[in-house]
């Protein structure tokens, strides 16, 4: 069975410092890993993925299989980071397994 | 080009009937998935259609199901409702379904179950 975990439920930083969005998974494949965002009355959207290894609004994530995490993070939040994050796992067929999701309050 | 759109936004029934919700994905995309968002229990995949063929389905009991048009737009029916299907519907759509394929997601549909 696969898994998606994310161990905060909130959490607030200060503007300009670091944040790191925890996300761990249990498949017994080879994932596809996946960040969604919620910004506030909108809706989910994809923010990154790990197949492109792209960094999308300063945010990066990087998949370590030996510790089946996938983090999200960025050296200096802005305000407009603001909102609730997802990490999802692809196992096959457009099938996504979230974890129950994080949110990220930013402030000044 | 117009994104996922669900109808409708917000829906009230009562324990025991029965509800359809309707999903039209993105011009062009033919696969359309469907999740039910829930405080408890948080995001849960339904099930997916991709050219009118149910390809993926989640844990739910029979009395969710649903079903997708060959202009791909899908629609999702809840029988028997329990107050337990209380719950955002999302849903979702792809262009085909390969890892590296973006599924958008539509706002929702709020279901309140009474």
């Known amino acids: 069975a696969q898994r998606v975990t994310q161990p905060e439920k909130l959490l607030s930083v200060f503007k300009g410092a670091p944040v790191e969005l925890k996300c761990n998974y249990s498949?017994?494949?080879?994932?596809?890993l996946f960040w969604y965002v919620q910004y506030s009355r909108q809706r989910l959207q994809l923010l990154l993925r790990?197949?492109s290894r792209e960094s999308i609004k300063g945010f990066t994530a990087d998949l370590n299989k030996g510790e089946t995490s996938f983090h999200l993070k960025k050296p200096f939040a802005q305000e407009e980071d603001s909102a609730m994050y997802y990490c999802a796992l692809e196992g096959g067929g457009n099938k996504l397994t979230f974890g129950t999701g994080t949110q990220l309050k930013v402030e000044l | 080009k117009a994104g996922v759109t669900q109808t409708p936004r917000y829906l009230i029934k009562t324990r025991g009937q029965q509800v359809t919700l309707s999903c039209s994905p993105i011009s062009g995309h033919r696969s359309v998935s469907w999740y039910q968002q829930t405080p408890g229990q948080g995001l849960q995949f339904l099930f997916e259609?991709?050219?009118?063929?149910?390809?993926n389905k989640g844990n739910f009991p029979g009395r969710f199901s649903g079903r997708q048009f060959s202009n791909s737009r899908s629609e999702m029916n809840v029988s028997t409702l329990e107050l337990g299907d209380s719950a955002l519907y999302l849903c979702a759509s792809a262009r085909g379904g390969g890892l590296t394929d973006t599924q958008y997601f539509g706002p929702g549909t709020r279901l309140t179950v009474l």
């Open positions: 259609y991709f050219s009118e063929t149910q390809r």
């Open positions: 498949y017994s494949g080879s994932p596809e």
């Open positions: 790990h197949i």
